[in-house]
């Protein structure tokens, strides 16, 4: 496999406030036509609207009230607010570009009413991005094959695009080329860039024939406080985003690939490096029932209940198996027998280069 480029930043972020009940109508009213409400309860003592008008300057807007409470949130893609003509790039948050950033999304909104600054508002979300560019365009769609299967986190679930939620053109092929875990306060998130961008028309010219793989820490502010610290302001959240986004990222891929750094081989490849090992025969029946699990089911959770329950052990004991097959340099999630490629390198080793 050839050189990997990579390239961190921030892809997307969020600023919030509580207004007053006189501040929320001041904006309600002022937004008027613009305003598109989300589907709940008509008799609900809630309202959720969404303001998309300003998308391709790269801002959102979201007003809700519950019950007495009323807040709006701003939705930002920095690099797009900043006229990036790439749709790849990501934020690096220096002063001069969060500055400009502000002022630009500032003389945006505040005609509608805002009541300050963005930059006076509480940071509340942070999208952390790594993308790892490729010249084989195969590779990338073997790496979310191994996401699609590895670890899903504790509180965390699997989740797909669906049908009239209105977020994927192409609901079959986003699920494809994507691979989602979320819980409340994190999502970790890997897709195919490239073929995105083609889905929606906005892939550049000198992109062609190149795979982005994109992976995305995105991070709700109790995560963000749990990453990145307690920070003065929202540009040294920003600013400290960056520069920790590697490392968040890899955070992830530690658990999603249970501490083992091997790589991935394929199927047949890995069970013959497991016959070769100098272990009881028991160990090497069990490990292999992993490997065979691990292919054939939703994810490494699935098949390491699957083995507990095959062989009469505690699920503490079949996750050991992992580590089992780490010391043999065999990683639990495999490439498929017809896949191109002998092998591919762990993707926390690329990261680390």
């Known amino acids: 496999m050839s ?16 207004l007053t009940a006189a501040q929320y109508y001041e ?25 998309d008008a300003f998308r391709e300057q790269g801002v959102w807007l979201y007003l809700s009230r519950m019950d007495t409470i009323y807040r709006v ?3 930002i893609e920095p690099c797009r607010v900043l006229a990036s003509g790439d749709p790849t790039a990501l934020f690096q948050a220096d002063k001069k ?3 400009a950033m502000i002022e630009q999304v500032d003389s945006l909104l505040q005609p509608c009413g805002l009541p300050r600054s963005i930059d006076r508002m509480k940071i509340s979300r942070m999208d952390l991005t790594c993308d790892l560019t490729f010249q084989e365009a195969g590779v990338v769609q073997q790496y979310i094959r191994t996401l699609q299967k590895s670890f899903v986190l504790p509180h965390y679930k699997r989740v797909c695009f669906r049908e009239g939620d209105g977020k994927a053109k192409n609901v079959r092929k986003a699920n494809k080329h994507s691979c989602r875990q979320q819980c409340r ?33 995105e991070l ?4 963000i406080k749990q990453h990145l610290g307690k920070q003065k302001s929202n540009y040294q959240f920003l600013k ?42 028991k160990t090497k029946e069990r490990t ?61 080793n690329i990261l680390k280069k």
């Not at 904006?27 to 303001?51: A, M, P, Q």
């Not at 062989?311 to 089992?324: D, E, H, P, S, Y």
């Open 240 to 281: 400290q985003g960056v520069k920790r986004a590697g490392k968040v990222i890899d955070w992830y891929l530690k658990r999603v690939y249970k501490n083992n750094t091997s790589p991935h081989l394929r199927y047949e490849d890995a069970v013959a490096c497991i016959a070769g090992q100098r272990w009881k025969d």
């Open 288 to 348: 292999s029932y992993l490997l065979r699990k691990v292919s054939d089911s939703e994810s490494m959770n699935a098949a390491i209940r699957k083995t507990a329950e095959k062989f009469g052990i505690k699920r503490q004991t079949a996750m050991g198996l992992v580590k089992k097959l780490e010391q043999a340099g065999v990683n639990p999630v495999t490439l498929t027998n017809a896949c191109e490629y002998e092998q591919m390198e762990n993707l926390r």
């Open 27 to 51: 904006i309600k009213d002022g937004l008027g036509d613009f305003l598109r409400k989300s589907d709940g309860n008509y008799w609900s003592r809630s309202e959720h609207y969404t303001v």
């Open 97 to 99: 570009q969060y500055h």
């Open 185 to 217: 306060q994190a999502a970790f998130f890997a897709y195919d860039k490239t073929a995105q961008l083609q889905m929606i028309g906005r892939l550049p010219e000198e992109r062609l024939g190149k795979r982005v793989l994109r992976l995305e820490a």
């Open 73 to 75: 949130k701003v939705r």
């Open 220 to 223: 709700n502010r109790g995560a």
């Open 3 to 18: 050189k990997v480029k990579q390239n961190t930043g921030i892809h997307t972020c969020a600023v919030g406030m509580t």
